[in-house]
C-alpha cells in the first residue's frame, strides 16, 4: 500500500521530468539549427570578406610573398569554435599560414589595421554611427608604408570620421598636407598629462 502510493505520488515528477527533457532537447535541435544556418552563412560570407580584406592588406604592405588574408573557421564544438587569420600565397594557394611565422613585423603591424579599415564601411549600417578609432597605425612601419598608410585613410575618411593617435608627429607631420587639406583635418597635441584628470589637448596652429 505504501509503494503504491508513493509510486503515484512520484507520477506527477516524472511527467514534469519527460517534460524538461523533451524541453532540452528541444533546445538543442533549435541551437544546432541556428549554429549550421550561422555556419553556412560564415562560409558563403569569407570568399568576398577574404577579397576585400586582402586588397587592403595588399594596398599597404605591397605583399610580394604572402598576397592574401584567409578568415575561416576552426574548432569542433560550438564553445570551442572560433574563428582564425591566415595568409597565403599564390605560389602556393592550397596552404594557409600562421601570420606570427611568415611576416615581418611591418606587414603584421598592415595586418593588424586592415579590419578597422574593411569593417568601418559596415559600421553605420550597423551602429548609425560612422567613426574609426586608430592607435598608433605607423607602427613599424617605413616611409614608404606611411605614404601607403595615408593613402588608405584618405580612402576611409570619404565614408568615416577618423581619429588616429600617434608618437610619430614627427614622421606624419611632413606628409599629411599632400593627403588631407587644412580644412579636412584637427591637429591635437598634448601639452600637459595630470595623473587624475590625464592628458592637456591643445589645437596645433
Do not use: C, W
Given at each position: 500500500?505504501?509503494?503504491?502510493?508513493?509510486?503515484?505520488?512520484?507520477?506527477?515528477?516524472?511527467?514534469?521530468?519527460?517534460?524538461?527533457?523533451?524541453?532540452?532537447?528541444?533546445?538543442?535541435?533549435?541551437?544546432?539549427?541556428?549554429?549550421?544556418?550561422?555556419?553556412?552563412?560564415?562560409?558563403?560570407?569569407?570568399?568576398?570578406?577574404?577579397?576585400?580584406?586582402?586588397?587592403?592588406?595588399?594596398?599597404?604592405t605591397k605583399q610580394a610573398s604572402f598576397q592574401k588574408v584567409l578568415v575561416g573557421r576552426e574548432g569542433g564544438s560550438t564553445s570551442q569554435r572560433k574563428l582564425r587569420v591566415s595568409v597565403g600565397s599564390s605560389r602556393a594557394p592550397e596552404n594557409r599560414y600562421n601570420p606570427d611565422d611568415v611576416?615581418?613585423?611591418?606587414?603584421?603591424?598592415?595586418?593588424?589595421?586592415?579590419?578597422?579599415?574593411?569593417?568601418?564601411?559596415?559600421?553605420?549600417?550597423?551602429?548609425?554611427?560612422?567613426?574609426?578609432?586608430?592607435?598608433?597605425?605607423?607602427?613599424?612601419?617605413?616611409?614608404?608604408?606611411?605614404?601607403?598608410?595615408?593613402?588608405?585613410?584618405?580612402?576611409?575618411?570619404?565614408?568615416?570620421?577618423?581619429?588616429?593617435?600617434?608618437?610619430?608627429?614627427?614622421?606624419?607631420?611632413?606628409?599629411?598636407?599632400?593627403?588631407?587639406?587644412?580644412?579636412?583635418?584637427?591637429?591635437?597635441?598634448?601639452?600637459?598629462?595630470?595623473?587624475?584628470?590625464?592628458?592637456?589637448?591643445?589645437?596645433?596652429?
Amino acid at each position: 500500500m505504501l509503494g503504491k502510493k508513493l509510486i503515484e505520488g512520484l507520477e506527477p515528477i516524472r511527467e514534469r521530468h519527460k517534460e524538461l527533457i523533451e524541453l532540452l532537447d528541444t533546445v538543442r535541435e533549435i541551437r544546432d539549427r541556428l549554429q549550421h544556418t550561422f555556419d553556412d552563412e560564415l562560409d558563403r560570407t569569407f570568399p568576398h570578406l577574404n577579397e576585400m580584406m586582402s586588397d587592403v592588406y595588399m594596398r599597404l604592405t605591397k605583399q610580394a610573398s604572402f598576397q592574401k588574408v584567409l578568415v575561416g573557421r576552426e574548432g569542433g564544438s560550438t564553445s570551442q569554435r572560433k574563428l582564425r587569420v591566415s595568409v597565403g600565397s599564390s605560389r602556393a594557394p592550397e596552404n594557409r599560414y600562421n601570420p606570427d611565422d611568415v611576416l615581418n613585423g611591418q606587414a603584421l603591424s598592415a595586418l593588424g589595421l586592415v579590419p578597422y579599415f574593411v569593417f568601418s564601411h559596415f559600421q553605420k549600417e550597423a551602429l548609425e554611427f560612422d567613426s574609426l578609432l586608430i592607435d598608433d597605425p605607423s607602427q613599424s612601419f617605413d616611409t614608404s608604408r606611411v605614404h601607403l598608410l595615408l593613402q588608405e585613410l584618405v580612402k576611409t575618411s570619404s565614408h568615416a570620421q577618423l581619429i588616429i593617435a600617434t608618437h610619430e608627429e614627427d614622421r606624419f607631420a611632413p606628409e599629411i598636407s599632400k593627403y588631407f587639406g587644412s580644412e579636412q583635418l584637427r591637429i591635437l597635441r598634448v601639452t600637459d598629462f595630470d595623473p587624475e584628470s590625464g592628458p592637456n589637448l591643445a589645437v596645433a596652429s
